[in-house]
Structures are given as C-alpha cells and as structure tokens.
C-alpha cells in the first residue's frame, strides 16, 4: 500500500489543488451571483463582494493551477480573516459550545497555505513555479 500511495502522491496532490479551488470557487459564485443558492441572511457589501471576489477569481487560479502560489495564499489569507473576524467572536474553537461555523473556515485556510507552499503541480496550467 505505501509505494502504491507514494506513486499516486503527485496525482492526488493534484486533485487537492482542482476540487479545493473548484469548492472555493462556488462560495464566490454563491456570493456574487446567488447560484447555486442564494446567500441567506445579512451579509456586509463588503464581504459579499471582496470576498466573493476572491473566492471566484482564486478559486478558478488554484484549481487550473494558475499564479497558483499567490492566489492559494492570497485565499489562506482571506479565510484567515474570516475565521478571526467572524467566527472566533462566536467562541474560539469550532466545536466549543454548539460551535463557532468556522470549521471549513479553518480548514479551507490550512489548505491554501499548503498549496501556496507546494506549488502548482502536475496538471497546471503554469508548471514554471
């Protein structure tokens, strides 16, 4: 099983880097354009259309490999400040009391950066990183 895994360690690294990209970049879709639902409550302008912006735009970047590096941290970033701005208030650990929301917050950050500091790889449009 590990020299089966380790061969498929670039191709799945790869389908990290397309369907976190292709996830995020529904959360903007959702933002910006109401689909594939619409956002329900009240959201700030501000957070609807920077960070709508910024999910749809990295998004689409980190899942076709493209300026991969700088869109995956610019997105770690962003879930960064979303999960101290909105989430922590809330209580400072996800599951703490019914839980704070912030667990894909969390997640999506870690992710990000990991892809900001592995780079591109296989499948990418810009395989120069």
Known sequence: MTEFMKRLAPHTYALLRVVAGLLFLWHGTQKLFGYPVPLSGEIPAFVIWVGGSIELVGGVLVMLGLFTRWAAFVC???????YWTAHAPKGLFPLQFGGN????????????LYIAARGPGLW???RSE
């Open 101 to 112: 929301g912030g667990e894909l917050a969390v997640l999506y950050c870690f992710v990000f």
């Open 76 to 82: 770690s970033g962003q879930m960064a400040v979303a």
């Open 124 to 126: 990418s449009l810009d």
